[in-house]
């Protein structure tokens, strides 16, 4: 995998380099930004809440300097054992992180419902010990008379290093945000070479990739209640095509029926558009074999959790 590098430099000669940790509501972009970032993918992106259940590290280099980024489960109130384990380790990234970026979705609400949210992000924030960085994302969708009061609010809310509206989708104030974290980043060493994106495996990125399109192609709950656990991966000989197999996990039989679908159709549409994304991640011919398999309660199965990294 090849990674591109942005542009943007630090105010300073010398290089830096360090951890930067997205945090933020559900949504609001902090997959997609990292994705801009790294100029290919690693991290799913749909427009649903809480796609992101791990710590996804994506390496992020400039001329003078590369920033580790953390692409952190959204900050939401958790119920389930799952979700808990969502937002521990969201907080958790907060140990490493030499900058924070606290995204939000500045499209998304209103001050009457951030006026809601404000305790909320309050005892978040005030858990940070390091500079922290404030992303207004989704500008582009934002009208513009809306915007100053939003600033505003959040000027008030805490006392930001910096804040910057931004599009991650369409790149505005993009390369002025980078600007901004790098020069708050250490002097340091290039820690990883500059053609390695991220440090997650393979197998877990394929995993990731087939958990999107389920995000993607299905409806209502089911989406929450699958995982994808990659059973085998084995390379391919000369022209021969990668061959990995994995298995879908989900709760109820029910469940199992939509993602199969009539005939197969479903889980035929899942295996074709996640095999074209997996062949461009590795960059040769893959043969994606998947199976569906009902555990029960499996969110709830702290073993479970841990084979897949939550």
Partial sequence: MATSSIAGSSSETSYRSGVVAIIGPPNAGKSTLLNRLLGQK????????????????????????????????????????????????????????????FLVDAEAMNLRQLEKRKQ????????????VLLALNKI????????LPIINWYRELYSFSEIVPISALIGD????LVRQLT???????QYYPDDIPTDMSERFIVAELVREKIFLLTREEVPYSTAVLIDSFQEGQGKKPVIIHATILVE??????????????MLGRIRREAGRDIEQLLGCRVTLKLWVKVKKKWTTNEQLLRELGL
């Fill in 42 to 101: 690693i991290a799913i992106v749909t427009s649903r809440p809480q796609t992101t259940r791990n710590r996804i590290p994506g390496i992020v280099n400039g001329p003078d300097y590369q920033m580790i980024m953390l692409d952190t489960p959204g900050l939401h109130k958790p119920r389930e054992l799952m979700n808990r384990e969502m937002v521990r380790i969201a907080m958790e990234s907060l140990a490493e992180a030499d900058v924070v970026l």
């Fill in 120 to 131: 909320e992000y309050k005892e978040y924030l005030a858990r940070i010990q390091c500079p």
């Fill in 140 to 147: 582009d969708l934002l009208e513009h008379d809306r915007l």
């Fill in 252 to 265: 109820r039989g029910s469940q199992k029926g939509i993602i199969i679908g009539k005939g197969g159709t």
């Fill in 183 to 189: 020069c708050r980043l250490p002097e340091g060493p």
């Fill in 173 to 176: 104030g993009v390369n002025i």
